[in-house]
């Protein structure tokens, strides 16, 4: 009985966090074959996710998709990580989905296969396969909900004796509490609080402002925290409320900010909520797209042109960085970012302030090497991929001095 | 404490291995120049915890690479990438003879990692540490599934990589100390070999009834390995250590049913009564026992039993009617086994033979009995209770730990490109970078 032994997939490491890279080899090949490098993941949500390249082997019978080139599929070119940033919902899923882990204590599954030839290479059974265990905590990292003087939220503690710098992380609207950037952030040796501050309605912007006042006085009392490394990461509505705190506290003060797709728009006197409601009146007047996806990038620039319903950031005293994609269609971000510039320029500040731009990408710019979202059910339009690849290493780097 | 020390940086990439996986210690933002130790701490199933450390010194920009700096003094020293597992030691104060042995290898071995200041020697746990991180290393890839085997009488566990398959297969053997050993076997699988591990000695069967297995038994194994539909039924090997290497031979020249497409045997020999059941083949050694020595600590040498390697063809395999490709790894300071002796006499048996185009030979200076799966700590000497004899003894398998150490990373590097090409098909030759 002769059966023919298969080709060898690897992934080289099988588990890893989220922002490591991974080779993906196969062996064993007939030479020059066209084959096609197929991922696949099935989402908490019971959705599947997934990504391909059409390559050929070698002489040796080998593929290698961090040196060779994809000739079609979900990416194109020498891209060694494209099996994860390009996955997206299979044909037949539902609209605007997103992929985000809410679970952080376990893996996500990628299952990697090699089928045989280019089109129509899910008509066969794969040739191969292997699984990748994909983490966003490390090994020894401990995850302690916090209910704490009002204050919710989840607190991230590397493993070690400490104490650490830390971050408050604070994620955006529309969205409940979202933990993995927190845990991937403890990962890499900070405390990571990622605090919950949509989940109730404060009764007013007093009580609100307290609110923040009291989760970064927490953090900073924390046994495992450095007192005066405690800094503040904030996406989107999350960076108004970092503007906000560090303008006018007269109790913190963080050691530094990192604002992503940052967002300066606060009426005085207004809570988050209450903010939003005053934008949703605007509504009618946002832009809709080609496929009809909402954009509020016009309205808000007409709002901001306003400096009385912004914070004033001309009155923040601490190193800033900003990231932001050049293409975001969710809120002015890039003309927000320059106008802090400015802002801190007239201030005899500007040494203070740090950007990244990004061409080409959008609003929601996360953890490496996952998949982008042109548009999500909530919220917004986004474009190209790159900029999220270099941004936390920016991130790290600027908050570990 | 000085403040710029509090953020020492410690970090091991991967923080989730496999065993045979190698790691890098990095330390970064420490004072230029500082004394700094790092220390490995490991506590196994048995509760008994293990250490390893090195000294180093960071450089001027305040980094300390143990793949690339050299440790100055520890429990390894000079430029040792690994240094920090394969040089694990009982911590002081614990008993001796132990023996670092995963049993469940569903879990990963975790080790905590930690870095201290200036050069410590003892008293680690009233020190606190700069910085710590845990690591995991498993035996275990994602997607490797374990399957308990009991058919046909077997106590045994099945092994299969992810995918589809099929794959080709592998029996696996340990030596006299019997039990079902898995983890060499959950290694393997991990690098897609459906691997089999059988206890042959301690097995369900032995334990109820009182008698030891026939030569069926191994039979029975291949046979149900064979015809598992995701194994390859042409492709199958075996590998055996010890007294598994006598089954392992004898099982490829003679057994009519298991056609091997190749054997690893390490530390072990081809003498034994040839034609003898596992039972007969344990009473020749027994026979033998009043050539047993012992070392001035009172270890146990048993590698004379099967000196002088006989002359007489029935008690020796007959290695000349091998037809697979055989690799033998022997340690030179091997005090349980005269694999080394045995080694030569294999070799010259199979040249008279003409069938010696088929042996490799792996043969290492210093190296112990115990050559086991890479940076896994060097045991010179251990407790153990064998089958046939009921108390503990205290057993010398030989070999220096450094060597020991260098003789297990090489040897299973070889092993695992030798199954793979004699079992993938080694049309192309494969790259194994990685490991």
């Known amino acids: ?37 197929h991922s696949l993941h099935h989402s908490e949500d019971k959705d599947d996710w997934e990504a391909y390249g059409h390559y050929v082997s070698d002489h040796r019978g080998v593929v290698s ?228 996806y909402m954009s509020w990038r016009s309205f808000g620039l007409d709002l901001i042109a306003d400096p009385s319903n912004n914070v004033e950031v001309g009155r923040i005293n601490c190193p800033m960085l900003l990231v932001n994609g050049c293409d975001d269609q969710n809120w002015p971000t890039v003309e927000t970012a320059e106008e802090v510039a400015r802002l801190l320029r007239e201030g005899g ?53 | 404490m000085d403040r710029k020390q509090y953020c020492v ?23 230029p120049g500082s004394q700094l130790t790092i220390r490995a701490l490991h506590q196994c199933e048995d509760g008994h915890s293990w250490e390893a450390f090195g000294h180093y010194t960071a450089d001027t920009t305040g980094t300390i690479n143990v793949s690339e700096d050299p440790s100055i003094g520890g429990t390894y020293s000079g430029v040792e990438q690994m240094g920090l597992l394969w040089s694990f030691r009982p911590i002081p104060g614990s008993k001796s003879g132990l023996r670092m042995r995963k049993k469940n290898i569903q879990t990963p071995m975790e080790v905590t990692i930690s870095v201290y200041q200036g050069h410590q020697t003892e008293g680690f746990a009233d020190l606190v540490p700069l910085s710590g991180v845990a690591v995991e290393r498993w035996y275990m890839a994602p997607g490797v599934r374990r399957i308990p085997v009991t058919e046909g009488g077997l106590t045994a566990a099945l092994f299969l990589p992810s995918g589809p398959g099929p794959f080709p297969g592998l029996l696996d053997l340990w030596g006299g100390g019997g039990q079902l050993v898995e983890y060499r076997a959950a290694l393997l699988a991990s690098h897609g070999f459906a691997s089999m591990a059988i206890d042959y000695l301690t097995a369900k069967i032995t334990m109820e009834t009182g008698k030891m297995v026939d030569n069926q038994y191994f039979e029975t194994a291949y046979r149900v390995l064979q015809q598992h539909p995701q194994v390859c039924g042409s492709k199958i090997a075996m590998i055996g250590l010890s007294f598994g290497t006598s089954i392992t031979l004898k099982m490829a020249v003679y057994s009519e049913v298991i056609k091997l497409s190749a054997a690893v045997c390490i530390s072990g020999s081809h003498v034994q009564p040839v034609d003898g059941s596992v039972e007969e083949i344990l009473r020749f050694f027994q026979k033998n026992g009043e050539k047993t020595r012992f070392s001035e600590k009172n270890e146990v040498i048993w590698r004379d039993l099967l000196l002088p390697i006989p002359t007489d063809p029935s008690l020796k395999v007959n290695v ?79 070999g220096q730990t450094v060597e020991h150490s260098r003789a297990q990373e090489d040897a299973w590097k070889k092993m695992v490109v030798f199954l793979r090409e004699n079992l993938y098909g080694g049309r192309n030759p494969t790259s194994f970078s990685h490991l």
């Open chain 1, 65 to 292: 998709v961090t040196e060779d080139l994809s000739f079609g599929g979900t990416y194109t070119g020498k891209e060694p990580m494209g099996l994860l940033w390009s996955m997206r919902p299979v044909p037949g899923s539902r609209e605007g989905l997103r992929l985000r882990k809410i679970n952080v204590c376990t893996p996500m599954l990628v299952n990697i296969s090699v089928h045989s030839g280019h089109e129509d290479f899910r008509d066969r059974t794969p040739l191969a396969s292997a699984l990748a265990e994909r983490w966003y905590m490390a090994p020894g990292v401990k995850r302690i909900d916090i209910n704490k003087q009002g204050v919710q939220g989840t607190l991230f503690i590397p493993p070690g004796p400490g104490p650490f710098p830390t971050l408050l992380d604070m994620w955006g609207g529309g969205v409940g509490l979202l933990e993995y950037r927190s845990a991937l952030l403890a990962s890499r040796g900070y405390v990571s609080f990622s605090l919950d501050y949509l989940r109730s309605e404060h009764l007013s912007a007093d009580v609100e402002f307290k609110y923040f006042e009291t989760a970064f006085n927490i953090i900073r009392n924390h046994p495992q925290v450095i007192p005066d490394r405690v800094g503040i990461l904030g996406i989107s509505l999350g960076s108004t409320v970092a503007f906000n705190l560090t303008a006018y506290s007269t109790i913190i003060k963080p050691r530094c900010i990192v604002c992503i797709s940052s967002n300066h728009y606060h009426p005085p006197g207004t809570t988050l909520k209450a903010g939003f409601k005053i934008l949703s009146k605007h509504f009618h007047k946002a832009h809709f797209d080609e496929n009809n």
């Open chain 1, 1 to 37: 009985m002769t059966q023919a032994v298969p080709p060898i997939l690897s992934i080289t490491p099988s588990r890893a966090l989220v922002d490591e890279k991974f080779q993906v080899l196969v062996e064993n090949l007939p030479p020059g074959c066209p084959v096609t490098l």
């Open chain 1, 349 to 401: 500040k500007e040494h203070l302030l740090s950007r990244l731009a990004y061409p080409g990408a959008g609003h929601l710019i996360e953890p490496p090497f996952s998949p982008h979202f042109r548009a999500t059910k909530f919220i917004i339009l986004n474009s190209k991929k790159k900029g999220q690849f270099l941004s936390l290493s920016h991130i790290l780097t600027h908050t570990s001095t």
């Open chain 2, 9 to 31: 940086k410690l970090s091991v990439q991967p923080s989730r291995g496999l065993m045979d996986e190698k790691f890098i210690v990095l330390i970064q933002n420490a004072l």
């Open chain 2, 320 to 398: 000349g009617r091998l037809q697979c490709p055989l690799l033998l790894v022997v340690g030179e300071d091997d005090q349980n086994w005269p694999s080394q002796e045995s080694a030569l006499d294999i070799k010259e048996m199979m040249a008279r033979a003409g069938n010696s185009h088929l042996l490799t030979v792996l043969s290492y200076p210093n190296a112990g009995h115990l050559i086991e799966p890479p940076y896994t700590p060097h045991a010179r000497s251990s407790t153990l209770k064998t089958v046939e004899i009921e108390e503990k003894v205290m057993c010398l398998w030989g």
